[in-house]
């Protein structure tokens, strides 16, 4: 019996140094390259942006009524820190389950305008992720983005970092729903000088940006990463480009990357940047401000967008 009070009082103790550990890096630090490093049910590894996590909650700790579709991705509500909550089980939209009892965390999220909580077997740590450490897996594995080689608090393998945009869409298929619904009433009042140059790492994203730009009939590019919108800026003249529109979290070349870059050259101190995200924390925003970005955007916003190209593309 003490063994167990001491075993449950250390898992405690790690839990309240991670959630001290993210609100420290949230709160303080360019947290476009920090991820959470979790395990699924079946020991996997997997990582989100920590701009994206607020707090680690012991599943023991709070009560879930189950939704009563039990197909559903939404395992069910629960009432934390006074708020009522959906509750996902992760591996439920990875497409597996394992025995409830192998589940010992929620990690409590927030981006897209939605907060809910994550199920999840654990937490490894934080770990800064490179961009150019990242391999893209996303046509192996449409729910991933891109996969990396990690090795933290003793725990080395090759770690899955998700697609949140697909995963928020999946769980909360009114979002994409009703803004592609948008996209038919999109207009611009003016005519742009040049083209729209944008990059996001996930094919849903491209796919909705894809059509907005269509619809508002601007001439734009599409990229999957900042080093490719970086290396065809560089073959236009500056004349030829109304605006940049990028995402942050990207393999090979992420999105502050990217305005660091384009900042540097004199040539482009006034062509316009946006950013198009879902983990605009105050951090995040602090650093975009810095790096005079025109405007942050929450990624399927499609009015937001539209209104954003009309005031500040040139």
């Known amino acids: ?45 997997y990582a989100i ?10 599943l023991s700790e709070i009560e879930i009524t189950k939704n009563s579709d039990s197909y559903s991705l939404i395992l069910g509500i629960s009432k934390i820190r006074g708020v009522v909550l959906p509750v996902v089980n992760f591996d439920r939209w990875l497409g597996c389950e394992a025995e409830e009892s192998v589940y010992e965390l929620v990690m409590i999220c927030n981006y897209g305008d939605r907060r809910f909580g994550l199920i999840i077997k654990n937490v490894i740590g934080i770990l800064s992720i490179g961009s ?21 608090s003793g725990v080395s393998g090759l770690c899955l970092i998700f697609d949140s945009d697909k995963f928020l869409m999946d769980v909360f298929p009114t979002i994409e729903t009703k803004e592609i619904a948008k996209t038919h009433s999109l207009r611009i009042h003016r ?56 995402d942050l979290e990207m393999p090979v070349m992420d999105g502050i990357t990217l ?27 602090a650093k975009c401000k810095a790096l005079n970005v025109n405007h942050i955007i929450s990624k399927l916003d499609v009015e937001d967008l539209a209104r954003s190209i009309d005031h500040y593309a040139l």
Request: glycine share 4%.
């Open 1 to 45: 019996m003490i063994e167990n009070q001491t075993s449950e009082q250390s898992n405690q103790e790690e839990l309240i140094e991670d959630d001290d550990l993210i609100a420290l890096i949230t709160s303080n630090a360019d947290v476009s390259g920090q991820y959470v490093i979790f395990r699924n049910g079946f020991d996997g590894l």
């Open 49 to 58: 942006n920590v701009a994206k996590v607020e707090e680690l909650i012991s």
């Open 132 to 152: 150019d450490k990242m391999v893209d897996n996303s046509e192996k594995d449409p729910k991933t983005t891109f996969v990396v080689d990690i090795s933290l």
């Open 191 to 246: 005519n742009l000088r040049g083209k729209i140059l944008s990059s996001d790492d996930s094919a849903v994203i491209r796919g909705a940006l894809k059509t907005a730009y269509e619809q508002l009939n601007i001439d734009y590019e599409l990229f999957h990463n900042g080093a490719e919108l970086l290396s065809r800026l560089k073959e236009l003249e500056p004349s030829e480009i109304s605006l940049i529109i990028t």
């Open 259 to 285: 305005i660091e870059n384009i900042r540097e050259d004199k040539r482009y101190d006034e062509l316009p940047i946006i950013v198009n995200t879902n983990m605009a924390n105050d951090s995040v925003s």
